[in-house]
């Protein structure tokens, strides 16, 4: 493992990685167990891929953990997970001061559970101090929930009188996102073998290169995080331009 780490050009990290952490349930399914022993085994993952970007020097980390579309799922799995998240936050905070990681969230907080929100709210307020790496959770997020809420204030503010509809830039836009202040993601990992983005960050993620794995959350450590980077790093990124004018030498 650590010879596949000493192949990752350190210059050339993704500024962001972005992750839908996938397959809990069907992992759990598979050990003959419910979708909660699942969740619960994806903790260790997120602390060892935590860890990983940590160690690497990544700047950004967000994790999708809890989508709009998953409140829909049965009450018992919900609490369940809402639950998990408030543990780990608790037991977690501890290890992130120590690693002068900082914690953000995005989504729609309005809808969890008070006793989540504040312990959410605790956990940021804590670890605000902290310069390190970002670690980003999205909870309770969806992109497109995301641009309406965006839309309705710059349409407030342009009735107000504040914005006028001509300096409406990608930039203002980006300001009124929950993301405002983030370098969009340049990877994107989505794990357990769905080819598909289930609204996660579909503006940010305009440009990035998105990687797919079939090893299921669970299962997933630094070394599948390492072969993540070093795919990131053989592609060429040209961004609408021409390989000629990507490699062109000054
Ligand atoms: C991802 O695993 C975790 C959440 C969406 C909360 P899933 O729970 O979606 O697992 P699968 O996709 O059903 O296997
Ligand atoms: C996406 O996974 C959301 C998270 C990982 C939090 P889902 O399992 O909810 O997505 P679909 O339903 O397979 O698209
Ligand atoms: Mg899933």
């Known amino acids: 493992m650590d010879s ?7 210059q050339k990290l993704p500024a962001h990685i972005a992750i839908i952490m996938d397959g809990n349930g069907r992992w759990a399914k598979e050990q003959g167990q419910d979708r909660l022993f699942g969740h619960y085994h994806g903790v260790e993952s997120v602390r060892n891929v935590v860890e990983g970007c ?39 905070v501890e290890t992130l001061n120590k690693n002068n990681i900082r914690l953000h969230v995005i989504g729609n907080l309005s809808m969890m559970p008070p006793y989540a929100r ?3 709210q605790e956990a940021l ?11 980003v959770m999205a909870l309770s997020y969806s992109s497109r929930w995301e641009m309406i809420q965006a ?18 830039t990608a930039s203002v836009f ?11 993601p340049e990877l994107m990992i989505r794990t357990s073998g769905e080819f598909r983005i289930s609204n996660f960050l579909l503006y940010q993620l305009a440009y990035a290169e998105l990687y797919f794995t079939h090893v299921r959350w669970p299962d997933f450590r630094k070394i599948n995080l390492y072969e993540a980077i070093l795919d990131f790093q053989k592609r060429e990124r040209r961004f609408g331009k021409t390989s000629e004018q990507i490699n062109l030498v000054i």
């Open 4 to 10: 596949l780490k000493a192949t990752i050009d350190l």
């Open 54 to 92: 940590a160690e690497l020097g990544v700047g950004y980390l967000t994790l999708y953990a809890f989508s709009t579309e998953n409140w829909d799922r049965p009450a018992e799995e919900v609490t369940g997970l809402m639950e998990l998240l408030v543990q780990t936050i608790r037991k977690e």
């Open 118 to 120: 504040n312990e959410l």
């Open 125 to 135: 307020t804590i670890t605000s101090v902290n310069t390190g790496m970002n670690l």
């Open 151 to 168: 839309v309705k204030t710059i349409a407030i503010e342009v009735q107000e009188g504040s914005l006028d509809p001509e300096n409406i």
């Open 174 to 184: 980006e300001k009124h996102l929950c993301t405002s202040g983030f370098p969009d």
